[in-house]
């Protein structure tokens, strides 16, 4: 009994799990370089401000014109992850 119970309550933590990702911005400018802002928050609680800006991502890789953005969210069970990738040259 216990073991089945425990197999229900880990697979229901695999399948609450979603990852969402998404393009933001696209131009014409060439690709050399990549840089991303990410931060895991625990159960909605942020302790400390959030910085996911493009500005942040683009210092965090070097790069001064950017080329494309994306965007990404994954959510578990406890934990959802923002990511912020940015490239560009």
Do not use: H, Q, W
Request: glycine letters at 10%; charged letters at 20%; a positive charge.
């Amino acid at each position: 009994m216990k073991k089945s119970l425990f197999t229900l309550i880990v697979s229901a933590g695999f399948l609450a799990s979603c990852t969402m990702s998404y393009p933001g911005i696209a131009t014409g400018n060439e690709i050399v370089k990549s840089g991303t802002a990410s931060r895991k928050i625990f159960m909605g609680i942020a302790i400390k401000p959030v910085d996911l800006s493009i500005e942040k991502a683009a210092k965090s890789g070097g790069i001064t014109k950017v080329a494309t953005v994306d965007y990404s969210v994954k959510r578990g069970l406890f934990f959802t992850t923002y990511k912020v990738e940015v490239t560009g040259n």
